[in-house]
């Protein structure tokens, strides 16, 4: 069927508005919005009509009346009206049920609550109920329609366009700041701020403080005599620190710490620190003066923890950040023996560490939130120093997921080899520090 005819048998069954009509066809043609286009075949319709009309086909005047009603054409009923025929009344399309002549209040709307947000990227997502596009896939098949698109695509684009000009942002598919969602057929429009990603790195200075919020297991949170009614079981941590001057400047309503491993509560993490990914949920403001904001979070962190090269950063830095965990570390330890040590034993301990494999199974102290399995991890250099008769220093340059205290202790034969046992003493782990995290090569 020729494309008028097409259109033509569409108008003559249901009212359809400019845009349902230019949609149908929407994959023909370039440069032309639906609206257009839809007015540009209901034109040709109405000359043709025009036509036929004045040399007396009844055809003609049938065509006119139906552009006029079906097609809420102004352009035939006012040749109609020239001929001095009766107008019919305009129609509500079959398909949109009029919801295109609600644009302009729709993007109205949501530009006015975009306003409450500092944002660059966009994105429309339309929803539509089940019942309007059914009726479209069933208008689609009675005209066999082989060069539409969707009503969806129709809104959104035609939304996003009319925002993107009145606000100068940029519409964005992948990774937009802002999702505006619209629901055309109740005149809805909702807004859905994306996380913001800061990345940087932290330094912990003092011991005590876990990394991200440890919620109290006795009241889960919500407070009891146990945790002082804090609902945490430590008063703060290295993620609170860190988020409460973000928080604030965003604007932001929580946030989530990722960060490549963790050191324990008691442990510190010196050297140039740890990276992670802060990510700030529904953030109002994303233009943020992180150099600033590094001011004040290490001002408010008061000589606890430390940040440093904070930057932006997006969900693919935390995907990165994750397989960084196998990064190298250094650490530091003091281990306390319950007899004298002789220093040849330091010697040979010394020797037998640097560069050895050691057979870790998962700790009696982790067993409840990690799988028990044996894991193998690379020793590349230990270094000791006698501190005292029965007390050592010792830094040991490893691979990331030895767990330390387990290679002192041995957690009961389940770390090979280990401290106490190649020493033949109990040892104890007393101050444990990260002094540097050294990324994989590559
Ligand atoms: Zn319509
Ligand atoms: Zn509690």
């Not at 080899?417 to 990324?439: E, R, S, T, Y």
Request: hydrophobic residues 35%; charged residues 30%; positive net charge.
């Amino acid at each position: 069927m020729e494309i008028l005819e097409k259109a033509r048998s569409m108008l003559g069954k249901y009212p359809i508005c400019d845009h349902c009509l230019g949609r149908q066809f929407a994959l023909l043609g370039y440069g032309l919005d639906d609206k257009k286009r839809g007015d540009v075949m209901k034109t040709l319709l109405t000359m043709e009509a025009n036509k036929l009309a004045l040399v007396g086909e009844k055809d003609g005047s049938l065509l006119l009346e139906t552009l006029a009603t079906n097609g809420s054409f102004d352009m035939a009923a006012k040749v109609l009206a020239k001929m001095g025929r009766m107008v019919g009344k305009k129609r509500r399309c079959h398909l949109c049920e009029g919801r295109f002549d609600q644009l302009p209040a729709l993007v109205s709307r949501s530009v006015e609550k975009l306003e409450d947000y500092d944002y660059a990227t966009f994105l429309v997502g339309i929803n539509l109920p089940n019942r309007v596009e059914e009726k479209e896939d069933e208008f689609k098949s009675e005209f066999e329609v082989e060069h539409s698109e969707g009503m969806r695509n129709g809104f959104s684009r035609e939304i996003g366009k009319e925002i993107s000009r009145i606000t100068e942002k940029m519409v964005e598919y992948k990774t937009p700041d802002m999702v505006v969602i619209v629901i055309p057929f109740s005149d809805e429009v909702a807004l859905q701020a994306n996380p913001l990603y800061v990345a940087g790195r932290y330094r912990k200075l003092v011991r005590g403080i876990p990394q991200s919020r440890w919620f109290c297991p006795k009241c889960r949170s919500k407070g009891c005599v146990e945790c002082n009614w804090t609902g945490k079981m430590y008063p703060e941590s290295v993620e609170e620190l860190i988020s409460a001057p973000l928080l604030e400047e965003t604007g932001g309503e929580e946030t989530t710490l990722h960060a490549a491993g963790r050191e324990d509560v008691d442990a510190r993490m010196l050297g140039r620190g740890r990276p992670f990914v802060i990510e700030i949920k529904k953030p109002r403001k994303r233009l943020v003066d992180l150099k600033a904001l590094t001011k004040a979070i290490n001002k408010q962190a008061e000589k606890k923890v430390k940040v440093l090269s904070l930057h932006f950063a997006d969900k693919d830095t935390v995907r990165r950040l994750k397989k960084g965990e196998g990064a190298s570390k250094i650490y530091r330890v003091i281990v306390e023996f319950n007899r004298v040590v002789p220093d040849e034993k330091l010697r040979i301990l010394e020797q037998t560490l640097t560069n050895a494999i050691i057979r870790q199974q998962t700790p009696l102290r982790v067993l409840h939130r990690r799988a028990n399995r044996i894991r193998e991890k690379y020793i590349y250099e230990a270094k000791i120093e006698r501190l005292k008769p029965n007390r050592m220093e010792m830094r040991i340059h490893c691979q990331g997921g030895l767990y330390i205290k387990e290679l002192i202790t041995g957690d009961k034969g389940r770390t090979d080899p280990n401290v106490a046992a190649l020493i033949g003493a109990k040892a104890q782990p007393m101050n444990l520090d990260v002094l540097n995290i050294i990324p994989r090569e590559g």
